[in-house]
């Protein structure tokens, strides 16, 4: 490639490909821009060869480093990365490496209030924050919300009415613009949207409609805007979960690479499960001519 694109990544927890019937909830004509976008995402193994459910602690680590994390550990590991993963994940992850390669990198989501707080207790540290926060070396905060220059993990922040927050709840086309805003300003962005993979361990068809009706909203938004802009658009996900209801468990089914703008055709063709993700995005990212690593 001539020109390396602007990168949005929307990782979307507990998102899985699973066939069609009444214990899946994604419905494509319920939810057309998610509909649409799964029907052209190329599958993804999960499970990276292990045998098991697949868990987020290691299936996001792959995600975000091209390790398998899975297979380094012999097993699928739940909820917060142990001290093995964090190590992988402060030295492999994708902002480190980008940015050694001269490019800017951000995490889109904002934390709030106690979110912050988190950062001293490394065992409650979920596996994107160890990545920015050894990264970076800092997360967006409420301040951020305010500017429009982040967006929390809900979309709307409507989850936050609970937790002292008094600021307005937005709609998702508005989150969707703040995103796409917040993206044209870097190389590679990422967003993470959990709320599918709650929805889906609550066993509760309800909740999971009304989670994916904000997600697809954002995402017929977001897709809009890349495509204006020319930016290269990736969805995907560490497990399966909410496309199947029968049980609040995960799932092994493939998980979705929705990829979309310039690149996308690289990514389509070299990813095959998650440990694939990082290396096929980083060719299309080559040194910048004069950059100095440090």
Same mark, same amino acid.
């Given at each position: 490639?001539?020109?390396? +694109?602007?990168? #949005?990544?929307?990782?979307?927890?507990?998102?899985?490909?699973?066939? +069609?019937?009444?214990?899946?909830?994604?419905?494509?004509?319920?939810?057309?821009?998610?509909?649409?976008?799964?029907?052209?995402?190329?599958?993804?193994?999960?499970?990276?060869?292990?045998?098991?459910? +697949?868990?987020?602690?290691?299936?996001?680590?792959?995600?975000?480093?091209?390790?398998?994390?899975?297979?380094?550990?012999?097993?699928?590991?739940?909820?917060?990365?142990? @001290?093995?993963?964090?190590?992988?994940?402060?030295?492999?992850?994708?902002?480190?490496?980008?940015?050694?390669?001269?490019?800017?990198?951000?995490?889109?989501?904002?934390?709030?209030?106690?979110?912050?707080?988190? @950062?001293?207790?490394?065992?409650?540290?979920?596996?994107?924050?160890?990545?920015?926060?050894?990264?970076?070396?800092?997360?967006?905060?409420?301040?951020?919300?305010?500017?429009?220059?982040?967006?929390?993990?809900?979309?709307?922040?409507?989850?936050?009415?609970?937790?002292?927050?008094?600021?307005?709840?937005?709609?998702?086309?508005?989150?969707?613009?703040?995103?796409?805003?917040?993206?044209?300003?870097?190389?590679?962005? #990422?967003?993470?949207?959990?709320?599918?993979?709650?929805?889906?361990?609550?066993?509760?068809?309800?909740?999971?409609?009304?989670?994916?009706?904000? #997600?697809?909203?954002?995402?017929?938004?977001?897709?809009?805007?890349?495509?204006?802009?020319?930016?290269?658009?990736?969805?995907?996900?560490?497990?399966?979960?909410?496309?199947?209801?029968?049980?609040?468990?995960?799932?092994?089914?493939?998980?979705?690479?929705?990829?979309?703008?310039?690149?996308?055709?690289?990514?389509?063709?070299?990813?095959?499960?998650?440990?694939?993700?990082?290396?096929?995005?980083?060719?299309?990212?080559?040194?910048? +001519?004069?950059?100095?690593?440090?």
């Amino acid at each position: 490639m001539s020109e390396v +694109p602007t990168t #949005l990544m929307v990782f979307v927890d507990g998102l899985g490909l699973g066939p +069609p019937g009444p214990s899946n909830p994604i419905d494509a004509a319920r939810f057309p821009a998610l509909g649409a976008m799964l029907s052209k995402a190329v599958p993804l193994d999960a499970t990276m060869g292990v045998a098991g459910l +697949p868990q987020s602690a290691t299936g996001q680590t792959a995600l975000l480093t091209g390790v398998n994390a899975a297979g380094m550990l012999g097993r699928h590991r739940e909820g917060f990365p142990n @001290r093995e993963l964090r190590e992988i994940i402060a030295h492999h992850n994708i902002f480190a490496r980008l940015r050694s390669r001269g490019y800017r990198c951000a995490f889109a989501n904002a934390y709030y209030l106690g979110d912050i707080r988190t @950062r001293g207790r490394p065992g409650r540290l979920s596996v994107t924050s160890v990545a920015v926060l050894s990264s970076l070396g800092w997360v967006r905060d409420e301040t951020y919300l305010e500017k429009g220059e982040a967006v929390y993990q809900d979309i709307t922040r409507e989850t936050l009415r609970r937790r002292g927050y008094n600021g307005p709840v937005i709609s998702a086309d508005c989150a969707a613009e703040h995103l796409a805003g917040l993206a044209r300003k870097h190389d590679f962005t #990422l967003f993470e949207y959990f709320q599918t993979d709650i929805a889906g361990h609550s066993a509760d068809t309800a909740l999971a409609r009304r989670v994916l009706g904000i #997600l697809d909203r954002f995402l017929g938004r977001v897709r809009q805007l890349l495509k204006k802009g020319g930016g290269l658009l990736v969805l995907t996900s560490d497990h399966g979960n909410i496309e199947d209801m029968r049980s609040p468990a995960h799932t092994d089914n493939p998980v979705p690479l929705f990829a979309e703008g310039p690149g996308s055709g690289l990514l389509r063709t070299r990813v095959r499960g998650l440990q694939d993700l990082v290396p096929a995005i980083l060719e299309l990212y080559p040194e910048r +001519p004069g950059h100095v690593s440090v």
